[in-house]
């Protein structure tokens, strides 16, 4: 028996990577497709974030979705900062930010889902995820060797990644008919943009901090790195669990790009207040009366 698709995600944005296969790093921009000045960027964004703030609120009262939103991208492509625009003016207590790093011991002990599941947002919230599972088939796949560290009994070179991405599929399915709204972001900056990021991280002492000799290396397997990108979100953008490619190389433009999609996203979800039982109704004047009585 075959079963029905699970929800789809509407979004309205010319970025979402299509469905078909067909997305090509080659051909997606890494730079704004429309002019659009500082300013009308900027107003552009406190609007979006007063949206996104009205929605989040809804999404709790009415407590039977979540939202998971995937960053993923190059070093220096701007994750941090992207989240921190699009999140603020959100009730923190609606919505948790994951950064997903180098796994851990007790991460190597189990499946590859099993970190990033603990973290999944429950209903009512929007959870982030700075980095995730598709790391499992993005530096590992460039660097084959930290297979090892997972010690896996069965470990077939030929299928694994393909094995990966339709366990990714599969989990991302499951998610979305249980509630879960998904979207992923690429940030796509360009290796030109990179380099001129890293050198004004060497050459600005207030970024000096943010300078790490291992994004310089990782920037050395570059076109593995695309591959690797292209392969996962062809095999992976589905219209229930969709990535967009966000031209990453101009800050503002990305921010309003991905605050764009959430909102159009979120607002397409038939969401509202919940309203008050006739029963709770007669019980609230039963209080108002106890109170005036006071
Ligand atoms: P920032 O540099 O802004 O603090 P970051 O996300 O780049 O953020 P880092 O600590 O610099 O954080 O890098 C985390 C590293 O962990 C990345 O190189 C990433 O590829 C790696 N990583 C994440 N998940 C896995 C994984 N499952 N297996 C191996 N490496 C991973
Ligand atoms: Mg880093």
Known sequence: MSLPEPPVVHVNSPYVVPFDGSFSVEDAATGPTAPLSK??????????????????????????????????????AGKDGTVRAVMSGVNPAGCQVHSFKKPSSEDLDHDFLWRTAKRLPERGRIGIFNRSYYEEVLVVRVHPEYLGYQRLPYNDPDHIWEERLHSIREHEAHLARNGTLILKFWLNVSHAEQKARFLSRLDEPEKNWKFAVGDVQERQHWPKYMQAYEHALNATSRPWAPWLAIPADNKPYMRVKVAQ?????????????????????????EMRALLDSE
């Not at 999404?59 to 070093?75: G, K, T």
């Not at 999609?261 to 004047?285: C, G, K, N, Q, T």
């Open 261 to 285: 999609a959430i909102v159009s996203a979120l607002e397409s979800l038939d969401m509202h207040y919940p309203e008050v039982s006739p029963a709770e109704a007669s019980r609230f004047a």
């Open 39 to 76: 300013k009308e960027l900027k107003k552009e964004l406190c609007r979006l974030q007063d949206q996104l703030s009205d929605l989040q609120r809804v999404l709790y009262a009415h407590d039977h979705h979540s939202v998971l939103l995937v960053f993923q991208a190059m070093d220096a």
